[in-house]
Nanobody
Framework: QVQLVESGGGLVQPGGSLRLSCAAS????????MGWYRQAPGKERELVAS???????SYAGSVKGRFTISRDIAKNTVSLQMNSLKPEDADVYYC???????????????WGQGTLVTVSS
């Protein structure tokens, strides 16, 4: 019904930059928030950054000043610009969206399949 597709993951050296993108598609009535999470083996999935439909942003303390989240409402996409990447940023990054499908009056959480970010050294 609703799908999230991530792109932009890859290999980058410490101090480098990477831009992740996520596109939501399907039977969407509205989206009130989108965000990025990351998860390492043996650890819980944690919020990296999020943005509401009104433009309010939230960031994990470890990425403040380095990452920037943005959203294109018309295209149902969200991007994460990652600068000054550190080895500890290496992880699988998952796109998340709070979506109201056309078939329901409730907002539901949807997840992408994940994109791998590798920071060498």
């Amino acid at each position: 019904q609703v799908q999230l597709v991530e792109s932009g993951g890859g290999l980058v050296q410490p101090g480098g930059s990477l831009r992740l993108s996520c596109a939501a598609s399907g039977s969407i009535f509205s989206i009130n928030a989108m965000g990025w999470y990351r998860q390492a083996p043996g650890k819980e999935r944690e919020l990296v950054a999020s943005i509401t439909s009104g433009g309010t942003t939230s960031y994990a303390g470890s990425v403040k000043g380095r990452f920037t989240i943005s959203r294109d409402i018309a295209k149902n996409t969200v991007s994460l610009q990652m600068n000054s990447l550190k080895p500890e940023d290496a992880d699988v990054y998952y796109c998340n969206a709070r979506v109201r499908p056309t078939t329901t009056y409730r907002y539901l959480e949807y997840w992408g399949q994940g994109t791998l970010v590798t920071v060498s050294s």
